[in-house]
């Protein structure tokens, strides 16, 4: 009997809005999620799409906790959708 749990398909991933409106904007966000990342946060991938306005985490975090980390960016930030 092992105790090893099945591989998980894929971590949920978390799309926010968030109002960029430069390379500036986009760069603020990149450094608070990598920081975060590289702290050892639960993150395992981000995508910033400046043309959409969104941010992409997939993370195990709640969408709440990371709205927060997003949110320290200093950008106007609502969660889109949990894919």
Do not use: W
């Amino acid at each position: 009997h092992s105790d090893s749990h099945p591989p998980r398909l894929k971590m949920p991933t978390h799309v926010y809005n968030v109002k960029m409106t430069c390379g500036g904007c986009s760069g603020a966000v990149t450094k608070v999620l990598t920081r975060k990342k590289d702290k050892g946060e639960d993150i395992k991938s981000f995508d910033i799409d400046m043309e959409a306005q969104t941010v992409s985490v997939e993370t195990d975090m709640s969408a709440e906790d990371m709205l927060a980390i997003v949110k320290k960016a200093g950008k106007e930030t609502s969660l889109k959708e949990t894919l």
